[in-house]
């Protein structure tokens, strides 16, 4: 699957009069939009929403959001697009909306694993590898 450049090039964006730049305040040039998300860079995550909301409309990324689980009660902004929103998702809301985008836009519903039970082995067979010097 191919993935769209992401342009990384600028180290600061303003977005409603705030600064924003990547965490270690570099430039990185075009990058895919896997490896934005990989590598954690703010300037792609907020010039894509900003071209989204442009192209698609404002209500869009809320939408989008909606469609892998991430139901939002107020508007998206900067914070939210970044990943410090006010509304509160658990860890497996999360990782089944960004599943979704590494997934080509498939959702599926993580969940956690609640409890494991394990079953005693009375006898453990052990093999010994013995190494040639």
């Not at 089944?96 to 997934?103: D, E, H, L, T, V």
Request: positive net charge; hydrophobic residues 35%.
């Amino acid at each position: 699957m191919g993935y769209k450049p992401c342009d990384s090039r600028r180290i600061i964006i303003l977005v409603d009069g705030s600064e924003f730049r990547n965490y270690d305040t570099k430039s990185h040039g075009n990058v895919s939009a896997y490896d934005a998300l990989r590598q954690s860079f703010n300037i792609p995550a907020l010039k894509t929403w900003q071209q989204v909301k442009k192209s698609a409309g404002n209500d869009a990324p809320k939408k989008f959001a909606s469609k892998v689980g991430l139901d939002y009660s107020g508007k998206i902004g900067p914070s939210e697009v970044l990943g410090g929103s006010s509304s509160e998702f658990s860890p497996t809301q999360l990782a089944s909306a960004f599943a979704a985008i590494a997934n080509g836009g498939t959702y599926n519903n993580a969940h956690s694993i609640q409890k494991l039970l394990l079953t005693m082995v009375t006898r453990l067979n052990m093999i010994i590898l013995v190494t040639k010097r």
